[in-house]
């Protein structure tokens, strides 16, 4: 089992930054792959980016791309997304997730590990 936590997710108003956190205990993830998702309401949970654990390629979504980055800390167990240039666009509940897989997942379905969620809020 693999219990991943985030956090820093808050009210920003647009062209802001914010960094999400996301603690990873239990099995160890080193051949995991790790991805960030994200739901606004009414909507269904979209990718948003994926990395191995092991370090290597990433990737994103389109909407994304060139604003966000995802990167993680081997010593504290922890992956983060790095938020730049926020827009109201970007509001939603952003959730960790992680699946021993190694490569690059982007279907919210092939995660078997998921944490709470993280809401973050962009104001025009």
């Known amino acids: 089992q693999v219990q991943l936590v985030e956090s820093g997710g808050g009210l920003v108003q647009a062209g802001g930054s914010l960094r999400l956190s996301c603690a990873a205990s239990?099995?160890?993830?080193?051949?995991?792959?790790m991805g960030w998702f994200r739901q606004a309401p009414g909507k269904e949970r979209e990718f948003v980016a994926t990395m191995p654990w092991s370090g290597g390629n990433t990737y994103y979504a389109d909407s994304v791309k060139g604003r966000f980055t995802i990167s993680r800390d081997n010593a504290k167990n922890t992956v983060y997304l790095q938020m730049n240039s926020l827009k109201p666009e970007d509001t939603a509940v952003y959730y960790c997730?992680?699946?021993?897989?190694?490569?690059?997942?982007?279907?919210?379905?092939?995660?078997?590990?998921w944490g709470q969620g993280t809401q973050v809020t962009v104001s025009s």
């Open positions: 997730a992680a699946d021993p897989t190694l490569g690059l997942i982007t279907t919210a379905d092939e995660y078997d590990y």
């Open positions: 239990g099995r160890t993830i080193s051949r995991h792959c």
